[in-house]
């Protein structure tokens, strides 16, 4: 599959390489976070904010395992905001968008010589009812990971996990101005009209996943 690998290639082409400590990544982070706060752009308030980022050294099994494999382990550590939420859970923490928008994040990268290396990241956005999809998931796997197989290593999840499309690597403050100000509808979306496909697409899906073990079966699952 040659022009897969030069697609995935393509998406890859930029650094994600820069100056610093991982502690200088996690005050950047937070730094841009509080000054959406500050404008209201977020409804999180700065002190939650503060509770919210965090710096460890920790890591799942899984995710232990693909740093290892790819040789990436040694001064590895990731810089999350909120919890981990598959589920989609409002009950988990997470930070809160001024239009009811939500989502949390983590990004994985390793330290040496006084650079910061991005390994791997998820940024995760749910949107209000009505913005066209459910969540937007950004993805970047760790170098070489086996869950790279058959999948571009960076892509996007629009509204389904299951449905994957390539995306250009981005800096953590790129993502983040993504989630806090660029991820909305569109401000004429009012004066635009539904298809009737689209109405039954909706439809359809609707009752799909209403006789598909219900919504806690699809939690369950995702």
Known sequence: ??????????????????????????????????????????????????????????FTPTLRKALQCARV??????????????GRSKDLRHFKRSDGAWFDFSIVGRGYSGFVEILAYTYEIRLPVGHGAPFVRFDLNVPDGANQEGELRCHVHIGSDDVRIPAPTMTPREMLALFIDGICAASNRDGRTRTAFEHQWFAESHRMLAGDSGVDGLRERS
């Open 73 to 86: 382990a040694l001064g590895a550590f990731v810089v999350t905001g909120g919890e981990k939420n598959r």
């Open 1 to 58: 599959m040659r022009e897969f690998d030069e697609l995935q290639s393509h998406v890859l082409q930029r650094s994600l390489v820069q100056a610093g400590s991982a502690k200088d990544l996690m005050r950047t982070v937070r730094n841009q976070l509080l000054e959406a706060s500050d404008r209201t752009k977020l409804s999180t308030p700065p002190q939650d904010v503060y509770g919210l980022v965090g710096l460890s050294d920790e």
